[in-house]
């Protein structure tokens, strides 16, 4: 968008190019971006009102403007192996449908995602430990052998198409917004948390979600250029309570392997010693082979010999695991109550001065059902209604069908009775002054279902 005139130009997508620098003003953003394609060196700049950095985990606008990560860091490393095997996705959906399969077994520990079944595609994530390992190592035929490892069977038609290594962080900008609010970060770019519970993405979109009507307005000249402001007072709190809570979740689900006796913990422990002890005597192929030799005894544990209910460790640890299962201790892929029912306690809301019910919840790992609320500062609950006019055919709709999903539009929704009816006009006259769209529901009952 042009910051001279706010006027959206045609969407245009860039491959192949790096934003190199971002210069901010009070009126707006120039940003130079850079690629080098067949030898040949191309600079593309680019003005607009304001600019959203989604650029994920490693964002490049973010280390621009000098935003830090502050929380967890290096919490674990990883290899991604996205592959595709058609075999695999008949055998699971007649088999064991699902879509996160955690592998233990003496020969390998990872898990396998089900992105598509029907296509048979998955990725693969396993511990990474460098520099012992390096992501040259996962060659093709590495990759299959350790597919075929954790699957448990043969598979004649895998196809290894990315191996990529990551490093597992918990951790919230310190700013969600520069350069006089007119750069922002939203997304990965953001927050960075732990692939437990799918509050990466589900944060995600609530960021923009967030952050759409609040542009939207500034560039329609319905709201100042201070309101994005409020969008970090909102979002950022919301991060930091779910980068909690996805910790948490991580922490329960590596519970599983510790009750087996595979503590990951442990395992980096083993790690860190031999980098401090022999990183700088002994040859990293020497090194891989020391670490490579105590994690298969590690594995080991994982034995029927050993992991049956006649051994009495065995049958231990196999009592603890279901006890972790049986209390709802392990890892949780739901929460109803953080994805629909969080609630901003300051920002682009007017506060009903009750300030128990907006002090945060601290995060307990745990599912929590989630409870519709009319406060401020929450989502509009669903409610089932119908017109009360007798010039509607309408049958019943939602109270959500009432908000407008193309315009930036305020609703007001009063009761049927005078004080209401004043409120409104009064309302109206305010928004018509300021030239704010707003529309009211009044003719409406909940329907008993």
Known sequence: MNFDDNKLLEPEILLGYECTSV????????????STSNGKHVTKCFQ??????????????RKLMGIRMSGERDMQKLISIHFLSQELGQYLMNERPGMLFFVFNTEAIGVIVAHDLMQGEFVVQVPFYPPQQKVKDFSSEMCEKLIVNLVGRELADINVMDVKPWVMHAEVAEAFLAGNSRVILAGDAA??????????????????????????????GIAPPSIPSTYETERRQIAIFNT??????????????????????????????????????????LQRAMLNGIFSIGRMQLSESLLNENNPLGSSRLSKLRQIFEEGKSLHLQFPAEDLGFRY?????????????????????????????????T????????LLSEYSSEGTFSTLDLISGENVEFLLIIAPIKESYQLAQAAFKVAEEFKVPLKSMRNVARKNL
């Open 48 to 61: 607009c009102s304001f600019l959203v950095g989604t650029d994920g985990a490693g964002s490049t606008v």
């Open 345 to 377: 306690s300051k920002g682009a809301l007017v506060s009903d001065g009750d300030s128990s019910s907006s002090a945060p919840e601290t995060p307990t790992g745990r599912r929590r059902e989630y409870i519709p609320s009319s406060d401020p500062g």
């Open 379 to 386: 989502k509009l609950p669903h409610m089932t209604i119908r």
């Open 244 to 285: 909690a809570l996805s910790v948490q979740n991580f922490k329960a689900a590596m519970a599983v392997p510790a009750a087996l006796g595979l503590d990951p913990t442990i395992a980096s422990s083993i790690h860190r010693t031999i980098n401090d002890t022999f990183g700088s005597i002994l040859p990293t192929d």
């Open 23 to 34: 210069n901010a003003t009070k009126n707006g953003v120039t940003l130079t971006a850079c």
């Open 191 to 220: 927050h960075r948390f732990p692939p437990a519970g799918g509050f990466g993405m589900n944060t995600g979109i609530q960021d923009v979600h967030n952050l759409a009507w609040k542009l939207a307005s500034v560039l329609k």
